[in-house]
């Protein structure tokens, strides 16, 4: 049998192996269906977070064991998210943010029946080893559905919903506690969460590409390999961006803010009732003003990156990021240190969106939501390591030289992102391409037409005529 496959024939074999794929004039809509499903699951999530202190305070445990449940969703998490990232590019991105959103409400309903500290943890445990593929198959709905120059813009859409959801939940849930008690607050937030999985049910069709298939209708074996260390170490290099010098550094800022932030936050805490002499009302409407300026600046700033390139606008964001850190360090003024966690939410916005979508334009296509589920273990690497090392350095440091310490953090990502160096096609609209086996240069120009948005490349080199 001839193993090359003619023009007509190469075509022909890829669309049959395409899922059907949603109208261009749906693709809005399923990105704001994602949007509102953010948002809901953001608010049942985040609704009942507060509410697990006094629930270990009935079965008798503390702050350790608070903790211990904190550590184990998070470290779950870290470890799975890639893994969940890979399933999602193999087995479709729909069926990883189902199978979450039910994950979620079989949890919601274990909280509701746990009799110990020890069954809480073991549930919160069991949802971050099985929810991390969310926000990865969510981001990879995304990229298949908009075009390089507009994808952080969407990304920015999908990642305001989650904000609104971080906003409005705890106010919700403090709410439904003080009124009718715990059992009705996690009654609301399961209907929440069982209102966010319908309505994925219903409006959220499958999007990704056949793993496997590659320009000029050649196949990859993308099945996982369990043979040995050297296979499965080759399987991963095959599936992570060919600038990988460029991967690291993104890699790098993810961990880096997150690893600040969650440096200062324990202190922070402490510091505000202590030192600043603010009640809880004071401390939750600046965390809500950070939310809200977050908010705003994902719905309508996270398109600068698409028209200005991702670089400045992860430069800028950074730098508005470290606001909230000086302005802790330097002023005692409520108005102003306000101010300053208004300005780190706009910025937060900024790098945000254009980081992933940078991580996105330098992955291949098949391996988009593995990729940002190595991104999400980056991030919660930082979340993990920022309170561990707190503890050792609080003996020797105070409170302003703990936000100096943040704010130098910060500092130094933006340093080593210039200092890097990548190659201006890593962070525009020019990504690898795989073509017979050689990786070329593609400019690549919106060409929307049917069966979903493709491009036309330009190519250079041998492919030019």
Same mark, same amino acid.
């Given at each position: 049998?001839?193993?090359?496959?003619?023009?007509?024939?190469?075509? &022909?074999?890829?669309?049959?192996? @395409?899922?059907?794929?949603?109208?261009?004039?749906?693709?809005?809509?399923?990105?704001?269906?994602?949007?509102?499903?953010?948002?809901?699951?953001?608010?049942?999530?985040?609704?009942?977070?507060?509410?697990?202190?006094?629930?270990?305070?009935?079965?008798?445990?503390?702050?350790?064991?608070?903790?211990?449940?904190?550590?184990?969703?998070?470290?779950?998490? =870290?470890?799975?998210? +890639?893994?969940? /990232?890979?399933?999602?590019?193999?087995?479709?991105?729909?069926?990883?943010?189902?199978?979450?959103?039910?994950?979620?409400?079989? =949890?919601?309903? /274990?909280?509701?029946?746990?009799?110990?500290?020890?069954?809480?943890?073991?549930?919160?445990?069991?949802?971050?080893?099985?929810?991390?593929?969310?926000?990865?198959?969510?981001?990879?709905?995304?990229?298949?559905?908009?075009?390089?120059?507009?994808?952080?813009?969407?990304?920015?859409?999908?990642?305001?919903?989650?904000?609104? /959801?971080?906003?409005?939940? +705890?106010?919700?849930?403090?709410?439904?506690?003080?009124?009718?008690?715990?059992?009705?607050?996690?009654?609301?937030?399961?209907?929440?969460?069982?209102?966010?999985?319908?309505?994925?049910?219903?409006?959220?069709?499958?999007?990704? !590409?056949?793993? /496997? @298939?590659?320009?000029?209708?050649?196949? *990859?074996?993308? *099945?996982?390999?369990?043979?040995?260390?050297?296979?499965?170490?080759?399987?991963?290099?095959?599936?992570?961006?060919?600038?990988?010098?460029?991967?690291?550094?993104?890699? &790098?800022?993810?961990?880096?803010?997150?690893?600040?932030?969650?440096?200062?936050?324990? !202190?922070?805490?402490?510091?505000?009732?202590?030192?600043?002499?603010?009640?809880?009302?004071?401390?939750?409407?600046?965390?809500?003003?950070?939310?809200? &300026?977050?908010?705003?600046?994902?719905?309508?700033?996270?398109?600068?990156?698409?028209?200005?390139?991702?670089?400045?606008?992860?430069? $800028?964001?950074?730098?508005?990021?470290?606001?909230?850190?000086?302005?802790?360090?330097?002023?005692?003024?409520?108005?102003?240190?306000?101010?300053?966690?208004?300005?780190?939410?706009?910025?937060?916005?900024?790098?945000?969106?254009?980081?992933? &979508?940078?991580?996105?334009?330098?992955?291949?296509?098949?391996?988009?939501? @593995?990729?940002?589920?190595?991104?999400?273990?980056?991030?919660?690497?930082?979340?993990?390591?920022?309170?561990?090392?707190?503890?050792?350095?609080?003996?020797?440091?105070?409170? @302003?030289?703990?936000?100096?310490?943040?704010?130098?953090?910060? $500092?130094?990502?933006?340093?080593?992102?210039?200092?890097?160096?990548?190659?201006?096609?890593?962070?525009?609209?020019?990504?690898?391409?795989?073509?017979?086996?050689?990786?070329?240069?593609?400019?690549?120009?919106?060409?929307?037409?049917?069966?979903?948005?493709?491009?036309?490349?330009?190519?250079?080199? !041998?492919?030019? !005529?």
């Amino acid at each position: 049998m001839n193993a090359q496959l003619s023009h007509a024939e190469a075509q &022909a074999h890829s669309s049959s192996l @395409r899922p059907l794929q949603p109208r261009h004039s749906d693709h809005k809509k399923i990105i704001l269906a994602l949007s509102a499903i953010m948002a809901l699951q953001m608010t049942s999530f985040v609704m009942i977070l507060p509410l697990f202190a006094r629930r270990f305070g009935e079965f008798g445990a503390g702050v350790e064991a608070l903790g211990a449940s904190v550590m184990a969703y998070a470290l779950t998490s =870290t470890l799975s998210a +890639p893994i969940m /990232g890979a399933l999602a590019d193999r087995f479709g991105r729909r069926k990883i943010v189902l199978g979450s959103l039910a994950i979620y409400i079989i =949890t919601f309903t /274990g909280y509701r029946f746990a009799s110990s500290a020890l069954a809480f943890i073991l549930l919160r445990a069991f949802a971050g080893a099985f929810t991390a593929g969310l926000i990865p198959a969510v981001i990879g709905f995304v990229a298949d559905l908009t075009p390089t120059d507009r994808r952080a813009k969407w990304i920015g859409m999908v990642n305001g919903g989650a904000s609104v /959801g971080w906003i409005a939940g +705890p106010v919700l849930g403090g709410l439904l506690y003080d009124h009718w008690g715990y059992d009705v607050a996690l009654v609301v937030s399961i209907g929440m969460a069982a209102a966010a999985l319908l309505t994925a049910i219903f409006t959220i069709p499958e999007t990704s !590409k056949s793993p /496997g @298939r590659l320009l000029g209708g050649t196949q *990859r074996d993308h *099945r996982f390999q369990f043979s040995g260390l050297k296979s499965s170490m080759h399987a991963l290099r095959n599936a992570l961006p060919r600038s990988l010098s460029t991967f690291v550094v993104l890699l &790098a800022i993810s961990f880096a803010v997150m690893f600040a932030w969650a440096f200062i936050e324990p !202190k922070f805490m402490f510091y505000a009732y202590d030192e600043l002499g603010w009640n809880s009302s004071k401390l939750g409407l600046v965390m809500s003003t950070y939310g809200i &300026a977050m908010t705003f600046g994902e719905f309508f700033l996270s398109h600068l990156s698409d028209r200005l390139g991702r670089k400045p606008v992860i430069a $800028c964001g950074l730098i508005f990021f470290a606001a909230q850190f000086i302005g802790l360090a330097f002023f005692q003024n409520y108005i102003l240190i306000a101010t300053a966690f208004v300005i780190a939410g706009l910025g937060n916005a900024l790098f945000d969106p254009a980081l992933s &979508a940078s991580i996105l334009d330098i992955a291949p296509a098949e391996h988009h939501s @593995r990729i940002l589920g190595i991104k999400s273990t980056a991030a919660s690497l930082g979340n993990i390591l920022g309170p561990a090392l707190v503890v050792l350095f609080t003996p020797f440091l105070e409170a @302003r030289g703990i936000f100096l310490a943040a704010t130098g953090i910060v $500092c130094a990502s933006i340093l080593f992102f210039f200092a890097a160096q990548a190659k201006p096609a890593s962070w525009r609209n020019n990504i690898p391409s795989e073509i017979d086996g050689n990786v070329h240069q593609t400019e690549l120009q919106p060409n929307e037409i049917s069966q979903g948005i493709q491009y036309k490349a330009t190519m250079t080199g !041998k492919e030019k !005529k």
